[in-house]
């Protein structure tokens, strides 16, 4: 049986994509190469700082993301605006389909787990029209460990007293649907780009340059070749509510 439902935030309930208006604000003709490589990194420092044990909150990790990012590009932001870009973090918009697919889901835990710090997500969830429809927000900062380190996905079961078997957990990002499935919990991957359409992009796009926005959904938006698959795919939130029931 389905005690709880449990998502990723970063690109599964909130989209990190749109950040983009203020990176291009902050650097007109940039915006899009900042937005995703700004993302990359911020995930790559996070596996970085787990591998090398040498933790630091998602905060940080975020903003030292941001750092290189800038860098990379020869980009010069005063302190202030350097700060109002990371902030962006803190506003992200919820995908359109999250309000009404988790007011779908009676009866079983809705919870966070996510790799963001208290300090990210108090903000980004208390500050959306998500608020109301989560129940516990859980950070991997208790443990020190970012997903896909086991340790973070323990934090279910001790903050909502389930068994990994008892949880679907639902996330866009693969290394998470990997992770959560080696963990042992049931997984619903969101495949809001279908693995034949992506293609089609690219290969539209490669008569020219490829896009950073297409680069980066061919590097985060797809199923890992691991060996972990999720257990459903859907296309998008709203598919959730015939899950909680065919479980």
Not at 101 to 113: E, F, K, Y
């Amino acid at each position: 049986m389905i005690k709880a439902f449990v998502f990723d935030a970063y690109g599964t309930l909130f989209d990190v994509q749109s950040v983009a208006d203020v990176t291009e604000q902050a650097f007109p003709g940039h915006g899009e190469i900042i937005t995703q490589i700004w993302r990359m990194k911020q995930l790559e420092y996070s596996w970085l700082r787990s591998l090398m044990g040498d933790y630091r909150d998602f905060w940080t990790v975020t903003r030292e993301a941001l750092t290189y990012t800038l860098g990379v590009l020869g980009l010069s932001p005063t302190a202030t605006l350097f700060d109002d870009i990371a902030e962006a973090y803190n506003r992200l918009a919820p995908y359109p389909d999250a309000v009404a697919a988790l007011g779908g889901l009676s009866g079983v835990h809705r919870a966070i787990l996510s790799n963001g710090s208290p300090q990210m997500l108090d903000p980004l969830v208390g500050g959306s029209a998500l608020r109301d429809l989560i129940e516990t927000t859980i950070s991997v900062d208790e443990k020190r460990a970012f997903k896909p380190d086991p340790r973070a996905y323990e934090l279910v079961e001790e903050r909502l007293g389930v068994k990994p078997h008892e949880v679907i957990f639902v996330s866009s990002n693969g290394f998470d649907i990997a992770g959560a499935k080696r963990f042992g919990f049931r997984v619903a991957r969101i495949a809001r780009l279908p693995q034949a359409a992506l293609a089609q992009e690219v290969a539209e796009e490669m008569t020219g340059a490829l896009r950073p926005v297409t680069f980066y959904k061919a590097l985060r938006t797809q199923e890992e070749a691991l060996g972990y698959a999720p257990d459903f795919t859907v296309s998008s939130l709203a598919d959730l509510s015939r899950l909680a029931v065919a479980a």
